[in-house]
């Protein structure tokens, strides 16, 4: 599975941003499909997952009510729309395929990972 991000950039506080993940050299809707984010000097974590259908999704409790992570199959795509964005949401982000199809947010059972595309947000 190859993954490419994009759709990253800088924005105000407030405002929003969606990223997109392309995927290929798997069929898509056979595994699900994760969002993490690197800060700077942090770990990286969890964001958002979402099932091979689309119709499960997890969050993080950082992220909810705010971000919305979504799959297009016929596109081979996912998409996460961050609103309401924040300075702490600078980082990294990464897409990542799990190829189990679960949602958790344990980054070992995730298989393959895209190359991130920078998120930041000034106040």
């Known amino acids: 599975v190859q993954l490419q991000a994009s759709g990253g950039g800088l924005v105000q506080a407030g405002g929003s941003l969606r990223l997109s993940c392309a995927a290929s050299?798997?069929?898509?809707?056979?595994?699900?499909m994760g969002w993490f984010r690197q800060a700077p000097g942090k770990e990286r974590e969890f964001v958002a997952a979402v099932s091979w259908s689309g119709g499960l999704t997890n969050y993080a409790d950082s992220v909810k009510g705010r971000f919305t992570i979504s799959r297009d199959n016929a596109k081979t795509t996912v998409y996460l729309q961050m609103n309401s964005l924040k300075p702490e949401d600078t980082a990294v982000y990464y897409c990542a395929a799990h190829l189990g199809g679960g949602l958790g947010s344990r980054q070992l059972s995730y298989d393959y990972w895209g190359q991130g595309t920078l998120v930041t947000v000034s106040s």
């Open positions: 050299g798997r069929p898509f809707s056979s595994y699900s």
